[in-house]
């Protein structure tokens, strides 16, 4: 019989730590978690806040949220199934979906601490770069991204989002080297394509395709964008209108036993 040496045996045991709940669900990247909570001393209390995104298969998240000892503090939030109430009814997953809830929430925190009217941010969506600059008097609303434990692709939804938190007036520290369009040879934004993610243009030209050469398919794959009568040549309106719905009104939300005004 071959000798085989116990690793996990009493002693191994004695000295084993249990990790925490939410390192052990998979949920808490602990190591980035304090880092991005951590304040230097020479500031005090001053708050740190976190521009918190996540993404699920029906849905995206962006909240402000402020950590404190007693737990984490959410400040303000926004859900891409809050879109539809201003005029967004299809493609709540997609990036403009993202960019839309970014600004959303952007409009939203603003409006609480009364910046809403001194920082209106890109009025003009142009898919360029683009950073809040402080004026005379009080100072922009600052938010580090946290994006969780997804990973951070070129072109991913969590930019989405951060493109229209800083469009909608907040600062949120970024370069453009994560946004769609960034050619790495070259070091540069092609912001016509960006834009185009912005306004789902991209989804507009596949809806084309489909309804060119698979009439059927598209009828499955678009089935809620037909339902609304969404056409190829309306995705990019929807969108705008959906934008100026949201600086209008950034506190609206549904009346239903969930959300409330």
């Known amino acids: 019989m071959v000798f085989v040496k116990v690793v996990k045996n009493r ?40 521009l918190c995104v996540r993404l699920s298969n029906k849905d995206i998240i962006a909240q402000v949220i402020l950590a404190r000892i007693q737990g984490d503090y959410v400040i303000s939030a926004a859900y891409a199934h809050e879109l539809p109430i201003h005029g967004a009814t299809c ?8 960019y839309a809830t970014g600004l959303l929430l952007a409009r939203r925190v603003l409006t609480k601490f009364n910046l809403a009217k ?10 360029e770069v683009y950073n809040v600059e402080a004026t005379r008097g009080r100072r922009p609303f600052k938010a ?25 007036g907040m600062n949120v520290p970024h370069s ?17 394509t960006h834009r185009e993610r912005i306004f789902a243009l991209h989804v507009a030209e596949y809806q084309k395709l489909l309804l060119r050469e698979e009439p059927e398919k598209y009828k499955e794959s678009f089935s809620s964008y037909a339902a609304a009568g969404i056409t190829p040549d309306k995705v990019e309106k929807m969108w705008e209108d959906c934008h100026a719905s949201i600086r209008r009104a950034p506190l609206a939300k549904y009346f239903d036993e969930t959300f409330q005004v």
């Not at 580090?144 to 909608?168: E, H, I, M, P």
């Open 11 to 50: 002693q191994y045991f004695s000295r084993y730590q249990v990790k925490w709940r939410r390192r052990r669900e998979g949920k808490t990247n602990y190591k980035k978690r304090r880092a991005m909570v951590t304040q230097d001393k020479n500031k005090y209390n001053t708050p740190k806040y976190r």
């Open 91 to 98: 493609g709540l997953t997609n990036y403009a979906a993202a």
């Open 118 to 127: 001194k920082y209106e941010g890109a009025t003009e969506v142009t898919g």
């Open 144 to 168: 580090y991204l946290d994006t969780g434990l997804v990973r951070t692709t070129t072109g991913g939804k969590v930019f989405g989002v951060l493109k229209g938190a800083v469009d909608g």
């Open 176 to 192: 453009e080297k994560r946004f769609p369009g960034f050619d790495k040879e070259k070091g540069e934004l092609d912001s016509e």
